[in-house]
């Protein structure tokens, strides 16, 4: 039996892999280093953990096997709401749904008001889907800037 795992390395969109039943973490940057990745200083981290996870941690029996590999421990989050501009640092495999969480609450929003925002990179009209990792966004850099919009309701 193999382990099926799917890993976002970077900004690249997720990609499946399929190690042996005993993979743990070594094996998956072996795999990736035999694909052409430059494996120093690359991460591995359980979608929205905070830690990387060490060499010697399984890959398998994870209940959602998605994982995010990245050069930075950290990214650096701006969220523009109003006046106000909120900073924290998360992990790159932090979803913009868990970001997206915590703005809200900087923000002060109610629960109602909260559903109705969402995240979307300064200056662009890009709204990033919630599912999506924050190292996918930094691009090379260590930091993302985003600005808390509402919605664009439809109108029927």
């Known amino acids: 039996m193999s382990t099926i795992i799917f890993v976002a390395i970077e900004t690249e969109?997720?990609?499946r892999f399929d190690l042996g039943e005993a993979a743990i973490v070594a094996d998956l940057l072996k795999d990736l280093e035999r694909r052409g990745i430059d494996v120093a200083e690359l991460l591995i981290?359980?979608?929205d953990?905070?830690?990387p996870m060490e060499h010697h941690h399984p890959l398998h029996g994870h209940?959602?096997?998605v994982f995010h590999a990245h050069r930075a421990r950290e990214i650096e989050v701006k969220v523009h709401y109003k006046a106000d501009t909120f900073h924290h640092r998360f992990p790159p495999s932090a979803t913009i749904a868990k970001v997206t969480r915590w703005a809200v609450e900087k923000a002060g929003l109610g629960k109602e008001e909260a559903e109705e925002h969402v995240l979307q990179i300064s200056g662009t009209r890009e709204k990033p889907p919630l599912d999506k990792h924050l190292g996918s966004l930094a691009h090379g850099a260590r930091?993302?800037?985003f600005d808390l919009v509402r919605k664009q309701l439809v109108q029927g």
Request: net charge negative; aromatic share 6%; proline share 13%.
């Open 63 to 65: 209940d959602r096997p």
């Open 49 to 51: 953990h905070d830690e």
């Open 143 to 145: 930091e993302v800037s």
């Open 45 to 47: 981290f359980k979608e």
């Open 13 to 15: 969109p997720l990609a």
